[in-house]
DNA sequence: TATGAATGAGAGTTCATTCAT
DNA sequence: AATGAATGAACTCTCATTCAT
């Protein structure tokens, strides 16, 4: 196998367990087991498992930026880009393999005092309000951003909680009523 | 040790341990060195791990419960309670030993496939609901509880992502508007 | 519950489930919860798990003596006597909750060293030896007891193995020759 | 430690524990110490301690027929092949670090419910069963064989049990006869 | 005498990581 | 560069027994 092939693979393999099991829950085994890949090969791409977390919020980190701003992007309105991004989101919690934010599941499941971890998470939150930001410049109400943003991961959250799609309904129409 | 004091020092031991380090990142090694007992004496009392933190969050969701109320009932007007509620949360978070929502906070961390854990988290959040709802029934602002459930838990799950002050002052901002 | 009563179901009850289980696989846990008695009652009628198997082994040796009497006495002749008890081990094996020889089962069990437990058992198979040297000493074949009581052996050992009727079938049919 | 000498040395050391002290007194803690090597490496090479029985059979089971066939082998005449094995027998309980029959000392530890180990058991002792079947064929004597099993295990039960000489003797006396 | 909590020691198993090939 | 066996440390849980009440 190839070495960006093996590299690949274990990203991919590790991307899908960690989300799909949880971060501690996935043991580098099973991945390597699912990828097909010895287990040396894993450690000469990473150093460690965390690297490889490191790696999977990362690759997140980029996916979900361009999709969100990708759905923005398909709206002229800023009030429109807003209420399409939490229509997006109803239609993430209404897929199959769904089992909440990349990132809010990693945030309760890592130990503290991993800096490099926690400033993962923040900063692509805060790539989602620099968008709700970017969003309302144009009808000059940036300072709705960080509302949206709670909004946002509100809806994350308690549909991760309560296992429904009321969420985030409720937290489109909080948005709807603050624009 | 102590007959009855045995228990005591493992639920509090317990609790400490993974409301700080999390439940998955607390040995039942560290537990009994720290509690100071015996490791059967540990399973002697709970059947397993998980037993230990069903104990854990039971006795936790009736203090949250309790505290909310008290804050509650120290206020008249709903508007005061609900607002009196949020800067409860500002309070707690302002303190030293502060690391999350308990209940958040094990949410992402317990694999999927234990209903009775993810049952005790969603239960807790309900009561939450409850609590804003009959803080509202006076005023016949009923259909707002839900709103202000998602401004509570967006409150912490956004300080908890980004170890600020500032997620819980927009989130009492925005209960203030809608209220 | 009276004293006598408390020792009766410790007893009873180890009994069965040593039987059924084994004596490595029950744990004390396991026989006081079945018998209804506290722990410290256990080790209050005995010392110790072994001393709780002395006594089933002991108890047992005498009912198992008692019943191979009871089937050689009723009939007159050796040769009808001795058939007679193979057959009343085909009757044994065919009962629902028959798992073996007591003594044998435990012979394997019973970690090298404890003299007092290899002593019981070979005291129990001694009876035995005897039993068949008392049936054939009217017809002076005293000699053949051991024969046969290898037979009895091999019956029992061979129908726990196999799982079948056929050993002592054959163990029969060898017998009746021998005589 | 050299690469393919640890599943060797983890192989040894178990087989030799679980024949001196059996199965269930033996834990793999006593396994890996004695066999120097770390407790992971044996959980490399077997995925539990019963696998690790399941080797040490049939290990067993292919050393005990190679041995019994070669001493069946040293001889031409039907009747000298059965009495050699008996002879054979009779060696080996003579032997410092005979404990008995490996099978048949297994069988009766293993809980019920282990269907693979049973019929592990099983198959070795229907391999002496078709060995003797195949002794006996050129003389037309097969129905004899299971008789002349019986009288094997009965020897090494007996023997077993009473620690002494004289079973393998009196098998080897009703082998003769039969015969 | 009867109890049930408390215990030290150990059970079997799995973890992330490294090393020799 | 790629491998798979080897590893120390830690894991959750259970054992037979004893002690305080």
């Known amino acids: 196998m190839k070495r960006n092939q ?10 899908r367990l960690f989300y799909k099991q949880g971060y501690n829950a996935t043991g580098v085994n099973q991945i390597i087991e699912e990828a097909g890949v010895a287990k040396a090969s894993l450690y000469q791409h990473f150093h460690s498992k965390e690297d490889l977390l490191v790696e ?11 999709a969100l701003r990708a759905v923005a992007d398909s709206h002229r309105e800023p009030k429109g880009k807003v209420l399409a991004i939490f229509d997006f ?15 809010l599941n990693i945030s309760s499941e890592i130990p503290t005092g991993t800096p ?3 400033e993962l998470v923040k900063k692509q939150k805060d790539n989602v309000r620099a968008m709700f930001r970017e969003i ?7 300072k709705l951003a960080d509302e949206l943003y709670m909004l946002f991961d509100a809806a994350l959250i308690t549909n991760k909680v309560h296992g429904d799609a009321w969420p985030v309904k409720t937290a489109r129409k909080m948005a709807e009523k603050i624009l």
């Open 116 to 118: 490099r971890l926690t």
């Open 56 to 66: 999977y919020l990362t690759i997140k980190g980029t996916e979900t930026d361009n």
């Open 136 to 142: 309302l410049k144009p009808v000059h109400k940036e």
């Open 89 to 103: 989101l109803a239609s993430l919690m209404g897929q199959q393999e769904y089992y909440g934010c990349n990132f």
């Open 6 to 15: 093996v590299r690949n693979q274990i990203v991919e393999t590790a991307s």
